[in-house]
Structure formats: structure tokens, C-alpha cells
């Protein structure tokens, strides 16, 4: 009995910790995906780096293809999208 004793105190750091910083990362990922999942045509978007953009092109590869500037589209990765500005209405 004496030898569980002294385990529960590092139990208890564990369990503070998996909810308190575990669990709300991994929510905050599947968000993330379920938002990148999401993008279609016309979204305007944030990379993390920074660079603001419109979606010409959702391509199956896992890229998006943003109009940064008129005429200007660079191909980037669908993951390293942090936020969607303004999304569009679907086409009836």
C-alpha cells in the first residue's frame, strides 16, 4: 500500500496536465483540419506566414492554389493555412 501512495501524487500531475494542455491541443488540431478540409474557390485565407490571398484552386494533393495579387497565384500547402477570412456561399 505504502509503494501506490507515493505514485498518486505523479497520477494526479499527469491527469492535470492531459487536460489542461493534451486534450485542448488536440481539439485545436482537429479544428484546424475540419477548417482546412473546408476551403473552397473564393475563401480568402491567412498562411502563417502571413501572406492574405483568395483560393483559385483546391487541388486532391493536398495543395491550394492563392491568388496573392492580380494575376499573381503561388501554390501553397493546404496545412500551412491558420485562418479563413471570409468564406464564400456555395454555388446553388
Request: zero cysteines.
Amino acid at each position: 500500500m505504502e509503494g501506490i501512495g507515493q505514485f498518486i501524487p505523479l497520477i494526479l500531475i499527469f491527469a492535470i496536465m492531459y487536460f489542461l494542455l493534451i486534450r485542448p491541443q488536440q481539439k485545436k488540431v482537429k479544428e484546424h483540419q475540419a477548417m482546412v478540409a473546408a476551403l473552397r474557390r473564393g475563401d480568402q485565407v491567412v498562411t502563417q506566414g502571413g501572406v492574405i490571398g483568395k483560393v483559385v484552386k483546391v487541388k486532391d494533393d493536398g495543395e491550394v492554389e492563392v491568388e496573392i495579387a492580380d494575376g499573381v497565384k503561388v501554390r501553397i500547402v493546404q496545412s500551412t493555412i491558420a485562418t479563413v477570412v471570409s468564406k464564400t456561399e456555395p454555388a446553388k
